[in-house]
């Protein structure tokens, strides 16, 4: 039996990643979150009464009781979704994303390392099936320019306090394998959409500003290109990595979706027209305001290695997985 520690799974990718995990009844799941405002217990829902779900509320950067529950729990795997993930947060605010970011992983893997390992390269003989997996991000690549994508062999090249407390939480993991031969693997991703998503992210806010009658603010000109994934295509690749992916290697995760923001908006004013009609279209709403602060241009992931080393593919395409997010805000309009 796995026993598996989820940082963060009380967040927007971490609780759809604990459901799809919850699938398998052998494995114990314990989800470690500080209940922040990213984090929400009614994400949980869904599986707050298995037998194999335990919930525990706490930081990462708490060193002492990410220790004490490596000891007393013997976690053998780690999903590491726990971070400060808003950039325009990170551009007020940048000191708790350097501690949650860097030091909360510092934290994590070196806990992990004094229990699978008895010294580089040693491994403790119950733990020599361990697994470490960090989510990361594209935005530590940087940005890009109208064509090209990110590969796994991109150099970093983060333009954000957030992209680069994540960076560095990326080359902390990388020095854990190379150093101490720890087993871990990373994956970095494109823009996530879906349920449970925080309000403040783009999505959700156009949903919640469209069907509340307020203005829908767009950044710059709109013309800001993203690549999006749907949450449980994510999930489903991470959970592959985990399983098959190759120690000490990176895997980029994207849903080759390139949208502008303008596109996304439209998309989904266009699709509540039909879904929940207003008497004037909710376009009329949208409106351009002040850019983001170094805002960069464009994203964009190559998946070519997950899908051919691994196998994985996004099962939903933009239009088909908006349909779906937009469904569900309108069911659960209490997470708007």
């Not at 990462?60 to 999903?79: A, G, S, T």
């Not at 592959?240 to 190759?246: A, H, I, K, M, S």
């Not at 602060?293 to 080393?309: C, P, T, V």
Request: aromatic fraction near 12%.
């Amino acid at each position: 039996m796995n026993k598996i520690l989820v940082t963060g799974g009380a967040g927007f990718i971490g609780s759809n990643f604990v459901e799809l995990l919850s699938k398998n009844p052998k494995d114990q799941i314990f989800v470690l979150d500080n209940l922040t405002y990213a984090g929400n217990l009614k994400n949980l829902e869904a599986v707050s009464d298995l037998p194999n779900y335990t919930f525990i509320k706490g930081d990462i950067c708490d060193d002492p009781l990410i220790d004490r529950l490596f000891k007393e729990h013997q976690f053998n795997q780690v999903i590491h979704f726990a971070a400060e993930s808003h950039v325009d947060n990170s551009i007020t605010g940048p000191a708790a994303f350097i501690q949650t970011n860097i030091v909360g992983t510092f934290n994590l893997l070196h806990s992990a390392y004094r229990l699978w390992m008895n010294g580089p390269n040693k491994f403790n003989k119950e733990f020599k099936e361990s697994r470490f997996l960090h989510v990361s991000t594209d935005e530590v690549y940087g940005t890009l320019g109208e064509t090209g994508l990110f590969l796994e062999t991109t150099p970093y090249a983060p333009n954000s306090p957030y992209s680069a407390s994540k960076a560095s939480s990326d080359f902390i993991v990388r020095s854990y394998f190379h150093t101490y031969g720890m087993p871990v693997v990373t994956t970095n991703c494109s823009n996530n959409y879906g349920k449970h998503q925080h309000k403040e992210k783009l999505i959700p806010t156009i949903i919640r500003k469209a069907i509340s009658g307020e203005e829908i603010p767009i950044y710059g000109n709109g013309k800001n290109i993203r690549d999006w994934i749907y949450v449980t295509d994510h999930c489903k690749g991470i959970r592959l990595v985990l399983d098959e992916g190759r120690l000490g290697e990176t895997y980029n995760i994207g849903g080759r979706n390139e949208r502008e923001n303008l596109y996304i908006a439209h998309t989904i004013c266009d699709l509540l027209d039909t879904l929940v009609p207003n008497e004037t279209p909710y376009r009329d709403q949208m409106a351009f305001v002040q850019d983001r602060a170094g805002h960069d241009f464009r994203y964009a992931i190559d998946a070519d290695k997950i899908e051919s080393e691994l196998g994985w593919e996004a099962e939903e395409n933009f239009e088909s997985g908006i349909l779906k997010t937009i469904e569900w805000y309108l069911n659960n309009k209490d997470q708007l």
